[in-house]
Nanobody, 126 residues
Framework: VQLQASGGGLVQAGGSLRLSCAAS????????MGWFRQAPGKEREFVAA????????YYADSVKGRFTISRDSAKNTVSLQMESLKPEDTAVYYC????????????????????WGQGTLVTVSS
């Protein structure tokens, strides 16, 4: 099983980026998928998640209204559209797949996610 994240980069404050994550080796259409991030010197934190049904999405308060998570279950991919980026959004972003299937309310705890991508760096300059 492999999750490959891409789309990170350097952007000015107020700009946009789109992160993508492609899963291979297993069908995750019945599992919630999410994004977490880890800034230098800080713990990994929840960013957003989407249930296996896809119409249920959840966001950290810090990104609500600016980030949009979506998935294409047929392609085994999850994306994160990030708008109005701020310097405090600077971090390594990780995609992940939740441990238990069929959950309509994804967890915001990283301990509930079993599969992780390698991370993609997002740097927002002021």
């Amino acid at each position: 099983v492999q999750l490959q994240a891409s789309g990170g980069g350097l952007v000015q404050a107020g700009g946009s980026l789109r992160l993508s994550c492609a899963a291979s080796g297993r069908d995750f259409s019945n599992y919630a998928m999410g994004w977490f991030r880890q800034a230098p010197g800080k713990e990994r934190e929840f960013v957003a998640a989407v249930s296996w049904i896809d119409r249920n999405t959840y966001y950290a308060d810090s990104v609500k209204g600016r980030f949009t998570i979506s998935r294409d279950s047929a392609k085994n991919t999850v994306s994160l559209q990030m708008e109005s980026l701020k310097p405090e959004d600077t971090a390594v972003y990780y995609c992940a797949v939740e441990r238990r299937p069929w959950r309509t309310v994804p967890s915001a705890s990283s301990g509930e996610y079993d599969y992780w991508g390698q991370g993609t760096l997002v740097t927002v300059s002021s």
